[in-house]
């Protein structure tokens, strides 16, 4: 129905700012609740943030609130996470997903995932 590929990891010193970018392919775009996970190595897959189908609610968990913002631009089928004065524990493997029946943060709540980009933070 829709897929979805990450773009935007890298490697960055800590306190700087990465802005990942989720492209989508397939109808219906903005009929998907939108969502960012990240996981680290041998640590279970994590919610990040989440976005409604028009941009207009989004959700964050705690360690990354007034750090990342995330967006989306229906018209360009692509959603955002620009990520702001990062941490080396932000260093993990960030995944794209979409959901088309759920507002939740839980990973078996989304249908489709992107592939994950790698973002590495050193101190």
């Known amino acids: 129905q829709v897929q979805l590929v990450e773009s935007g990891g890298g490697l960055v010193q800590a306190g700087g700012s990465l802005r990942l970018s989720c492209a989508a392919s397939?109808?219906?775009?903005?009929?998907?609740?939108m969502a960012w996970f990240r996981q680290a190595p041998g640590k279970e897959r994590e919610f990040v943030a989440r976005?409604?189908?028009?941009?207009?609610?989004?959700y964050y968990t705690d360690s990354v609130k007034g750090r990342f913002t995330i967006s989306r631009d229906n018209a360009k089928n692509t959603m955002y996470l620009q990520m702001n004065s990062l941490k080396p524990e932000d260093t993990a493997v960030y995944y794209c997903?979409?959901?088309?029946?759920?507002?939740?943060?839980?990973?078996?709540?989304?249908?489709?995932w992107g592939q994950g980009t790698q973002v590495t933070v050193s101190s």
């Open positions: 997903a979409a959901s088309s029946y759920s507002l939740g943060y839980r990973t078996y709540e989304y249908d489709f």
């Open positions: 397939g109808r219906s775009f903005n009929s998907y609740v």
């Open positions: 976005i409604s189908r028009s941009g207009s609610s989004t």
